[in-house]
């Protein structure tokens, strides 16, 4: 392995290439015009898009010209590591998001990028019925030439039922959302699917498959991210462990109860409307019931526990309120719908809802070192020193247990400046339990004071 397949230092990149290739054949290598490129993936989002930052003083905007259908052609690695690879699979240029003058003959052209199969998925319409696993429908959408007719990877976890769509002029992307909504999977049989785009490829699987099997076998983290001070004189002794330090970290609108009481996470309550027989079932959902039997980050641990405070508010704990959110949703019987017109909502809609709002619920948001290696979908574990006085820290007391533990990475953006030979990272990161459940004990409070009820304002004293 040559030298530069080894990391010298942290935020250290290899940006193979970066070629435009213009609507009229004209080639031009862009790179000593760099100076800024990023890369954006979302695990709720099917594509991977970035824009780049151009000094242009040689006339490449005029010469191509940029007219919003260019092909981009680059790859960007961490030495030793896996590459974000658009040669093989190009990007598309389908914005002049700026261009001004920046000096003499030289002008500033900032340019917005997406993977290929965004750009077809604009222009392709589905108008289809479909009958079959949702997983297989899925694949013949992304793969088949009369869709998206991708080539890349795609990763799928096969679901349960056999279900009938009919597709009504709807781009594929959409169309894929729709199905998402209602896919169970079959290992697993748990809801709330994610459908994304990361360097490996196209994926469209289950929340739990992504955490781990059978809420026993955990998936192994990525890496440790730790937020420290860097060594006196920031001296690095092993590049490989400093480009895990976290530079920098905050927590914005987290474990928002009040919201996500309204909007189902905690409990919610169903009513299915059987229009045939005139009939209606009625199904509870509890957040702390569904956690014992699914998947998450922490299922090794034998303490491990929700996110939620199970004190009671009132009479019942938080997710005891089945009535906080309401959800009516038609269904069929055996004399009125055919095989695979049946959504089978009662197994899917409240937990799927709930798995949904619980990605936004416990966030973290990180800046590091570059890392290509890593991608949403992947899991890593942080640790944060506690809020202490040193002196006063020591052991485990040194650590904050409720911002450390395991993460799943669901945004992710590649920040690479050349002219400073920088590469970084800002991720947002999600977790969905404690490795040590949080005690709850039900407080005594002093009983509130019984005001008084003036109807009619008729203690009303006035004042001449």
């Known amino acids: 392995m040559s030298d530069k397949e080894y990391i010298q230092h942290p935020g250290d990149f290899i940006l193979d290439g970066i070629l435009i290739v213009g609507s009229s054949g004209i080639r031009i290598e862009i790179g000593n015009l760099l100076q800024e490129l ?74 917005n990028f997406t993977s290929l199969e965004n750009y077809k998925n604009i222009h392709t319409k589905i108008s289809k019925s479909f009958k079959g696993e949702i997983s297989s429908i899925v694949q013949e959408i992304l793969s088949s030439p009369n869709f998206l007719g991708s080539r890349k990877s795609i990763n799928i976890d096969v679901t349960q039922h056999i279900r ?119 199904f509870e959902f509890d957040y702390v019931k569904s956690y014992s039997g699914r998947n998450t980050l922490n299922q090794n641990k034998k303490s491990h526990g929700p996110l939620v405070a199970l004190t009671k508010t009132g009479e019942k704990t938080i997710t005891e309120y089945s009535e906080s959110k309401i959800f009516v949703h038609p269904t069929g019987s055996d004399n009125l719908h055919t095989e695979g017109t049946s959504t089978n909502a009662e197994k899917w809609l409240q937990q799927a809802r709930s798995r949904t709002i619980e990605q936004q619920f416990f966030t973290l948001k990180i800046d590091t070192y570059g890392n290509t ?47 400073k030979q920088m590469y970084s990272m800002a991720m947002t990161i999600m977790k969905d339990s404690f490795e040590n459940a949080p005690p709850a004990v039900d407080t005594k409070y002093k009983e509130e004071p019984q005001g008084t009820n003036d109807i009619g304002l008729k203690r009303r004293t006035f004042i001449s």
């Open 38 to 111: 990023n890369i954006y993936q979302n695990i709720d989002t099917p594509y991977m898009s970035g824009s780049i930052l151009l000094k242009d003083a040689s006339g490449v905007s005029s010469a191509l010209p940029f007219l919003g259908q260019e092909r981009l052609i680059f790859s960007l690695r961490t030495p030793g590591r896996r590459k974000i690879d658009f040669n093989e699979y190009h990007a598309i240029i389908y914005n002049v998001g700026k261009r001004v003058h920046s000096a003499d003959k030289a002008q500033t052209v900032l340019l």
């Open 164 to 282: 009938k769509f009919v597709i009504p002029n709807l781009r594929p992307f959409q169309a894929i959302n729709v199905m998402k909504q209602e896919a169970i999977s079959k290992d697993e049989k748990s809801p709330h699917y994610l459908f994304y785009e990361n360097p490996n490829g196209f994926h469209f699987k289950s929340l739990d498959s992504l955490l781990g099997k059978t809420q026993d076998i955990t998936v192994a983290e990525k890496g440790t991210y730790k937020f420290e001070p860097m060594p006196p004189g920031n001296i690095v002794t092993d590049p490989n462990i400093t480009m895990n330090t976290i530079l920098h970290w905050e927590i914005h609108d987290n474990t928002n109860s009040y919201v996500n009481v309204k909007t189902g996470m905690f409990a919610s309550t169903l009513y299915t409307h059987d229009i045939f027989n005139k009939n209606i079932q009625k």
């Open 373 to 419: 290696n890593l991608m949403v979908g992947d899991i890593i574990n942080v640790i944060i020193p506690a809020n202490k006085e040193s002196g006063a820290a020591a052991g485990k007391e040194s650590i904050d247990r409720v911002l450390s533990g395991r993460y799943l990475v669901t945004e992710q953006h590649h920040l690479v400046i050349p002219s």
